[in-house]
């Protein structure tokens, strides 16, 4: 990929990037349809671009026909009006090619890629050689997301990766290592780095983040947007009332069962409400009352 385009992309990729939320019914079936009010309400709200088939969209329990139903739906809900990120949550380098190659003919401006999830880890050559060869198959350029809790990248091999595979443009970092965040902002400063801790947004912008995917941007885009804006505007006493409001609002969420969560907090903007996909719950009533008071007095 040319530094020209690397430019040009790390220009588009920035500010919100909320993962959208899979419109699931009771049964666990995907709703036809389901997406577009909630891109809608998204993008209405300042996105600047949208992510489908992440962990708040439950991308991990998509079969290759639902996945390639979600990615047509939300495509052409977009319709062109912010960029569009496709989510890879896969276990082999031949999965993540051929989920890739279902999406012939769709304007994929990057991926956003985990290592492997399961029980097993590939070594660092090996991890090298995953994000290269799926670069080198799709040309689609990679944003990894680092977020498997025994498959961590360190500081070092996502250098790598960045510096060895030039169609690695950049990461969203997932952990809550305000250090590890800094250090990648001072070692890698052409590439996209991006915050995917809800807790920290405000620090990861002042430090120079240039955009979040995470729950609170799919939850409520508009208060997110505001507080990208503030931090770019250095209106610090803003961004701070805004952070705490936010993580008043966090604080409320079980992390185990975001998804629901982001659904019911999207059901109160005027989304259409739909469920996780068994075995996870809908959001208890005890619950719903406990986040509506957060979320009450944060866009109070």
Same mark, same amino acid.
């Given at each position: 990929?040319?530094?020209?385009?690397?430019?040009?992309?790390?220009?588009?990729?920035?500010?919100?990037?909320?993962?959208?939320?899979?419109?699931?019914?009771?049964?666990?079936?995907?709703?036809?349809?389901?997406?577009?009010?909630?891109?809608? $309400?998204?993008?209405?709200?300042?996105?600047?671009?949208?992510?489908?088939?992440?962990?708040?969209?439950?991308?991990?329990?998509?079969?290759?026909?639902?996945?390639?139903?979600?990615?047509?739906?939300?495509?052409?809900?977009?319709?062109?009006?912010?960029?569009?990120?496709?989510?890879?949550?896969?276990?082999?380098?031949?999965?993540?090619?051929?989920?890739?190659?279902?999406?012939?003919?769709?304007?994929?401006?990057?991926?956003?890629?985990?290592?492997?999830?399961?029980?097993?880890?590939?070594?660092?050559?090996?991890?090298?050689?995953?994000?290269?060869?799926?670069?080198?198959?799709?040309?689609?350029?990679?944003?990894?997301?680092?977020?498997?809790?025994?498959?961590?990248?360190?500081?070092?091999?996502?250098?790598?990766?960045?510096?060895?595979?030039?169609?690695?443009?950049?990461?969203?970092?997932?952990?809550?290592?305000?250090?590890?965040?800094?250090?990648?902002?001072?070692?890698?400063?052409?590439?996209?780095?991006?915050?995917?801790?809800?807790?920290?947004?405000?620090?990861?912008?002042?430090?120079?983040?240039?955009?979040?995917?995470?729950?609170?941007?799919?939850?409520?885009?508009?208060?997110?947007?505001?507080?990208?804006?503030?931090?770019?505007?250095?209106?610090?006493?803003?961004?701070?009332?805004?952070?705490?409001?936010?993580?008043?609002?966090?604080?409320?969420?079980?992390?185990?069962?975001?998804?629901?969560?982001?659904?019911?907090?999207?059901?109160?903007?005027?989304?259409?409400? $739909?469920?996780?996909?068994?075995?996870?719950?809908?959001?208890?009533?005890?619950?719903?009352?406990?986040?509506?008071?957060? $979320?009450?007095?944060?866009?109070?």
């Amino acid at each position: 990929m040319s530094q020209n385009n690397h430019a040009d992309l790390k220009a588009k990729l920035r500010g919100v990037l909320p993962p959208i939320a899979m419109p699931f019914d009771a049964r666990g079936e995907l709703v036809t349809g389901g997406l577009k009010p909630q891109i809608d $309400f998204i993008i209405n709200s300042g996105a600047g671009a949208i992510v489908v088939g992440g962990s708040t969209g439950e991308g991990h329990t998509l079969s290759d026909s639902e996945f390639k139903q979600a990615m047509t739906e939300a495509y052409e809900a977009n319709n062109g009006r912010v960029p569009f990120v496709a989510g890879l949550i896969v276990n082999s380098t031949r999965q993540a090619i051929a989920r890739v190659k279902m999406l012939a003919g769709m304007k994929l401006d990057a991926l956003q890629v985990t290592p492997v999830h399961y029980l097993f880890k590939p070594d660092a050559e090996a991890t090298v050689r995953h994000f290269r060869e799926i670069y080198d198959a799709t040309g689609v350029p990679i944003l990894i997301y680092n977020v498997i809790p025994w498959n961590y990248l360190s500081l070092e091999l996502m250098g790598r990766i960045m510096d060895e595979v030039p169609g690695v443009v950049g990461m969203k970092q997932s952990s809550g290592d305000l250090k590890a965040v800094s250090d990648l902002l001072l070692s890698c400063p052409d590439k996209i780095i991006l915050s995917g801790v809800d807790a920290l947004l405000y620090p990861a912008f002042a430090l120079g983040c240039q955009g979040a995917i995470s729950a609170l941007t799919s939850a409520v885009p508009s208060v997110v947007h505001d507080l990208f804006t503030a931090v770019e505007n250095n209106d610090h006493a803003t961004a701070r009332a805004l952070h705490f409001g936010l993580a008043g609002l966090w604080n409320t969420l079980p992390h185990d069962n975001l998804p629901a969560c982001v659904k019911y907090i999207q059901s109160l903007q005027g989304v259409p409400l $739909f469920q996780p996909r068994p075995p996870m719950q809908p959001v208890s009533e005890a619950l719903k009352r406990q986040i509506k008071q957060a $979320f009450d007095h944060l866009m109070g």
